[in-house]
């Protein structure tokens, strides 16, 4: 988790249909501070310590343990709640300018005290850096933030942001001790000093290892003396083989949706289980608005009509995934069903025909779809041959995948080299704001060309100012069939989130929710 400059760094990872078990659920083995120590496995990496660049859910998940927020989301809830903070609020009428007042006796894990000095100097050092693979994208709405005196910290906002708390409740808001960061440049030692329930004592290639931090002061109660993540950077046989031996406690992301079924399958004396939550995770088809093929409306209106998500699940994701129709995913208030209501769940090769016609377009359409192994889930590539196969077996497209490393697969969007790629998002914070202004408004990191006036200069800044976030489904309504009419982006599906542990292994229910906060102080042994 979130849009993230890069669009999440994390893998896509697909949820468990119902018939996979439910388990790992109550709290019942673990006691605080009960002197165990978690070993948790992911193929993914964490690409950042530093908060002023890591804006990807791997380094999010470092800064959620290590760092503190003034506000954070709590267990299963997403609405912010004070963490560093003792309280906030908006002063004016507007949502424009926001005042918090810090907890007494704050330390970082190094025992340097914590004063609003440190949040003003950790934001301006975040948008001073402005780092292209950091979080400084997510508060253009930021004027100036004042210190009337230590424990009192104001942000001054150019427009009306009410989405603001939720903003710097997520990673992006992680205060640093400003001894120790250097206001202009980013650290390169791989280590680092927050106040969170965490300290981080080691960063290397393959693992990183924490331990609780003795000075932290907030919300987190932790169940555990230490946790230890492993990286098996993609090597998901490695994570498995790892899990099943017992060197690993919980495998947290990168298994294979074949082998989430095969676990579940196995029986009990493998000593495993498969634990699922919710998610807002989403997986997205982009259309490069300038490209010569991709940039047709008639085109991209033949690929919405020919997808079917519900054969690509069943094939690709063993049915662990749920098809998606909407710019705003289910369960995040604002959703709804725009590209089912314009296109239909079923494959329609006549009205793909006739959307090419309209377009002027009588011959096979030649289309590449661009793919990248692993960054968006390790069924990516097996994804993107199988809409390819779809798009062929109507005989209107002669479609192939390519499929480049992540580096070059940016700098190639960067470029408009690709017609049509592949992007998967994990949320900042959980909000139709977090799944719209990114991809939509003004230096949306898209990448694709696309804009609408309509929305970035009615909608966006007309749901951004609404305090009563109900109040905003109507717009984000229309602004969502807008997209649908125009077609900049092909919503695919939208993932739940999954562990795999031992047994004996508690509180994973408290890590895998719509807030994307995998909260280590929640994990203990029995």
């Not at 009428?93 to 949040?119: I, M």
């Not at 960061?181 to 000093?193: F, M, N, T």
């Amino acid at each position: 988790m979130n849009m993230r400059n890069q669009w999440p760094v994390l893998p896509i990872v697909a949820g468990l249909a119902s018939g996979l078990l439910t388990g790992c659920g109550t709290e019942t083995g673990g006691s605080e501070s009960d002197g165990s120590r978690l070993v948790v496995g992911m193929s993914d990496d964490v690409l950042a310590t530093d908060p002023a660049s890591g804006y990807d859910p791997g380094s999010w998940l470092l800064f959620n343990n290590v760092f503190q927020s003034l506000l954070s989301f709590p267990k299963g809830g997403t609405e912010p709640q004070p963490e560093a903070a003792e309280q906030c609020s908006f002063t004016d009428t507007r949502a424009q300018v926001y005042r918090c007042t810090l907890k007494d006796g704050l330390k970082f894990s190094n025992g340097d005290p914590l004063t609003a000095e440190d949040v003003k100097f950790s934001f301006e050092r975040m948008l001073k850096i402005n780092d292209p693979a950091g979080p400084a994208i997510m508060f253009p709405m930021l004027d100036k933030v004042r210190t009337p005196d230590d424990r009192t910290v104001v942000f001054e906002l150019k427009v009306p942001d009410a989405t603001f708390p939720s903003k710097i409740a997520s990673g992006a808001g992680s205060i640093v001790d400003h001894r120790q960061y250097d206001a202009a440049g980013l650290r390169k030692d791989e280590q680092a000093v927050g106040s969170g329930p965490y300290k981080l004592d080691s960063f290397g290639k393959d693992e990183a290892a924490f331990s609780v931090n003795k000075n932290y002061r907030g919300t987190a109660k932790t169940k555990n003396t230490g946790v230890t993540l492993k990286f098996f950077h993609g090597d998901q046989t490695a994570l498995k083989r790892d899990l099943l031996a017992g060197k690993v406690d919980i495998a947290y992301r990168g298994l294979s949706a074949r082998d989430i079924s095969g676990i579940d399958q196995q029986d009990d004396s493998q000593g495993v289980e498969v634990v699922e939550g919710s998610s807002a995770e989403v997986q997205h088809l982009v259309f490069n608005m300038d490209d010569p093929v991709a940039g047709k409306l008639g085109v991209r209106k033949a690929v919405a009509y020919l997808l079917d998500r519900d054969a690509l699940i069943k094939q690709v994701y063993q049915d662990t995934a749920t098809p998606l129709y909407s710019i705003i995913p289910a369960g995040i208030a604002g959703h709804n069903t725009a590209f089912f209501d314009t296109y239909g769940a079923r494959p329609s090769k006549a009205r793909a025909a006739e959307a090419l016609r309209a377009d002027g377009i009588t011959g096979k359409v030649g289309l590449t779809l661009w793919s990248t192994p692993s960054r968006y889930g390790p069924a990516t590539d097996e994804e993107l041959k199988a809409i390819a196969a779809q798009l062929n077996a109507s005989g209107l497209f002669r479609a192939d995948v390519r499929s480049v490393p992540f580096d070059q697969y940016e700098k190639d969007i960067a470029k408009g080299k690709y017609g049509v790629y592949v992007k998967g998002w994990v949320p900042d914070y959980p909000d139709a704001d977090n799944f719209t202004a990114p991809f939509f408004g003004k230096g949306n990191v898209l990448g694709n060309h696309y804009a609408n006036d309509t929305i970035t200069g009615t909608l966006i800044p007309r749901t951004a100012a609404e305090s009563d976030r109900a109040a905003t489904d109507e717009e984000f309504g229309r602004l969502q069939d807008i997209v649908a009419a125009q077609l900049p982006v092909l919503p695919v599906w939208q993932a739940k989130q999954y562990a795999v542990v031992r047994d004996g292994v508690y509180g994973l229910e408290y890590c895998l929710d719509a807030s994307t906060v995998f909260r280590f102080w929640e994990l203990s042994k029995g």
